[in-house]
């Protein structure tokens, strides 16, 4: 049975940290399940790290589409999360088509997307349509072009703007909120203040559970490493060596081996060669 929004909501009633990553594949989808990671986000952050994009500006709903199909296919418990891109839900009208489709055509149990009281009316729409959202607060990367890169919430007027709109959220019907880089104790007075859990990423231990790239955590992506990821492992150096080793291995002529290959009957062999000679 997968992990559900009930599910979810529980944990935080009860004191449980939620650790939540990303995923964009199923191979990888499958080893996230495995590590019994309860929610999956299939975010826009794609566009950079798997489609080799400056941003997640010009991510579309059908890259969301294609690659939360493998995620759902590569997972039996987690809940899977996929993220509305910039401009799928300028209207309530249009957040229920796109994240009708996600539910539909992918198999996500969820999705989410960014803003505060602007995006209200959209989350209404889709709560009431039985689609869970999860709503995303403080950087909100497909505005970058607005706000900049940078930590969100700092000065008064932007810190209580931050509170209302994660009360608007809950409110609206969300059953979740990603707070992103904000400062680590204005995430802490929200998530005292909020009902349904907080989901930080650079924003301090204070948040109900924590949500990063699975690049940033393996050390897959070295195009740039944001100060508030850990690199657990270093998978892309294992990777570029394993490569180098099999190249090496190739141009040595020591890979494929007698092992690697498959054998056949010298006399069969001979006979075909000879018909083709005849
Ligand atoms: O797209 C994404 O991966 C995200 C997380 C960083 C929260 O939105």
Known sequence: ????????????????????VTAYDYTTAQMVDAAEIPLILVGDSLGMVVLGYGSTVPVTIGDILH???????????????????FLTYTSPDQALQNAGRLLQEAGCQAVKLEGGAAVVPAVERLTAAGIP???HLGYTPQSENTIGR???GKSVDAARQLVQDALLLEQAGAFAVVLELIPAPLARAVTERLRIPTIGIGAGVGCDGQVQVIHDL???YTD??????????NLGDEIRNAVAEYAAEVRAASFPTANHSSKMDEAALNEALAQLDR
């Open 1 to 20: 049975m997968r992990v559900s929004v009930q599910d979810i909501q529980a944990m935080k009633t009860r004191g449980e940290r939620i650790p939540m």
């Open 67 to 85: 690659h939360a199909k493998a995620v759902v296919r590569g997972t039996t418990r987690a809940l899977v999360v996929g993220d509305l891109p």
């Open 133 to 135: 959202v999860m709503g």
């Open 150 to 152: 940078r930590v969100q």
């Open 218 to 220: 393996l050390g897959l």
């Open 224 to 233: 740039y490493v944001p100060r508030h990821a850990k690199r657990y492992r």
